[in-house]
Structures are given as structure tokens and as C-alpha cells.
């Protein structure tokens, strides 16, 4: 083809228009905006929204289940504090009656007139 077409391949663009630099540009710079950047622009702007908002919502969700189980756990530390004082409670009560039986044995075993049975074995 002759001149200077569209179609014809000229080869890469140099970077500065000085002939004595030899380096190539591969992209040129097309400093007019137009329709198609700025609906670049917005959609990049709503996906970065969007992208926070969903952000937010996951934390606030993380936050509650975290409070949940604070919440569960100081009422599980609670029972558990309930149960250990129940459980000694009931510890006392039965060397209370134990003593009490003893005594109780002591005193049958005397008037009885037999000797006293030694305390018994732990295995």
C-alpha cells in the first residue's frame, strides 16, 4: 500500500520523540476521558463499596458470635462455680453424718459392754 495508512504496520512507538533515544514504548498514554473511563472509574469505586460494606457486615457478625460466647461462657463458669460450691456442700454434709454415726457406733459398742471396732481400712 502506498503512504501512510491505518492498516500498515509502522513498528513500536519510541518513548520520547528524540531520535537518539533507542528504547521502544509498548502502551501509549491517551491523556482524554472518555464514557468508557469513567464507567471504569464507577465500577471500580462501587466494587470497592461493596467490598467494604461486605467487610463491615462480617465483622459486626464476628463481633456478636464473639459476644455470645463470652456470654456463654461466663454463665458455663458460673454453673460451674455453682456445682463445685453444691458438691463440697454435700462433701461436709456427709462427714457430718459419718462423724455422727461413728459417735453413734461408739456409744451402742459401750453400752454393750464390747470393745470398740478399729476404724476401718482405706483401700
Known sequence: MNGNSDMEETGPMPLSRRSSDHRRQFF??????????LIQLGTILVAAAMAYGT????????????DQLKTSAERDRTDVKGAVAQFQKDVGEM????????????????QTGT???PPARRP
Open 55 to 66: 467487610y463491615r457486615e462480617d465483622r459486626a457478625v464476628v463481633k456478636a458470635d464473639i
Open 115 to 117: 470393745p470398740p471396732s
Open 28 to 37: 501509549r498514554f491517551d491523556p482524554t476521558v472518555s464514557s468508557g473511563t
Open 95 to 110: 462427714k457430718v453424718d459419718i462423724r455422727d454415726m461413728s459417735n453413734k457406733l461408739i456409744k451402742i459398742e459401750t
